[in-house]
């Protein structure tokens, strides 16, 4: 009992040095050269030109830091799409790197499990749902950041009409609300400036901006320039409407949620509830919620009742969910 006492702690420790280790990302000068290189690789892709040798050189970026791993990586697709998605939560690490801490996770959670639950099935859902913490986190922090773009993205709209309103140019603009404005949306019309200002034509850095901030407000903008490139028109009265679009759907998303807030509240409890009751009786009476832990059809009702309380946890959200 000492030895596994002792294994169990190492392994513990281990993993905690891993994850804070596998957790320092660092904006390197190579990464941003890689992100510039990126643009126009997709620039280069939309207008169906061939690729230089060099550049397809450059390209072949890395997924992880460990060699195995990275090769594992590039034989699949779905490695550069988790890239953006990671991206687009602000964070700095590549893929690999999540993987890695959702495993850490995952098997540290489970052997802390295994010791103390001493039940295969407690061990193996407390592994899997460390597993998922570190996805989970990218998923939070990338909705946490749209949603701020989202909200401070008609300011940006105002500063760009007054700036063109004023008689400067577009580019210019763009410069201007990367200096002026808060982040994220500082840090995406940076990178839209920086990419036109080093070659890169003014119609790509956009699509590069629609592709790098997937919102519909962010397509709308993009598009309503392409066709006031391609029509004419006052563009100053046009980045005014949008904002005023966006302001507007704001409102009326505030109100939705004023009104579903009820809804909302109740889900939360009845999402909620099973889990507290389960808690509540076993520190009230251990022996009458023991025989779910001991019984051998006790684990695999409790693993049902977890699978039907996350699909009717689904159902609730999607109610009280309301698109506008």
Do not use: C
Not at 38 to 54: H, M, S, Y
Not at 299 to 310: F, M
């Amino acid at each position: 009992m000492a030895f596994l006492l002792a294994l169990l702690t190492f392994l513990a420790v281990a993993v905690i040095f891993l994850g804070f280790w596998l957790s320092l990302g660092v904006d390197t000068q190579q990464e941003t050269v890689r992100r510039r290189v990126e643009a126009v690789r997709k620039a280069e892709l939309r207008g169906g030109g061939n690729i230089p040798l060099d550049l397809q050189l450059v390209r072949d970026e890395l997924l992880s830091s460990v060699p195995v791993l990275n090769r594992a990586m590039m034989r699949f697709s779905w490695p550069g799409k988790f890239r953006d998605f990671i991206a687009q939560s602000g964070l700095k690490a590549k893929p690999g790197k999540i993987l890695l801490l959702s495993a850490v996770a995952g098997l540290g959670t489970y052997l802390l499990a295994g010791y103390f639950a001493r039940q295969i099935l407690v061990s193996i859902a407390a592994g899997l749902l460390g597993a998922v913490v570190p996805f989970a986190t990218v998923v939070f922090l990338r909705r946490r950041r749209l949603g701020k773009f989202e909200e401070r993205f008609p300011e940006a709209l105002d500063l760009l009409g007054r700036a063109v309103r004023a008689g400067h140019a577009f580019t210019t603009g763009l410069e201007m609300v990367a200096k002026d404005s808060a982040e994220p949306v500082a840090g995406e019309f940076r990178t839209t400036f920086e990419e036109q200002n080093f070659g890169l034509p003014l119609r790509d850095s956009l699509f590069n901006m629609a592709e790098r901030v997937p919102i519909v407000d962010v397509r709308f903008f993009v598009t309503a320039l392409m066709v006031q490139k391609e029509t004419g028109g006052n563009l100053a009265e046009i980045l005014d409407e949008l904002s005023r679009v966006i302001r507007e759907r704001f409102r009326i998303y505030r109100d939705v949620r004023v009104k579903t807030a009820q809804g909302r509240l109740t889900a939360i409890i009845l999402i909620s509830l099973p889990v507290a009751m389960l808690f509540a009786l076993q520190l009230v009476s251990p022996d009458y919620i023991k025989v779910m832990f001991v019984d051998p059809f006790g684990p695999p009702i409790l693993a049902g009742a977890a699978i039907l309380q996350v699909i009717g946890s689904f159902f609730l959200w999607k109610i009280i969910h309301i698109e506008v």
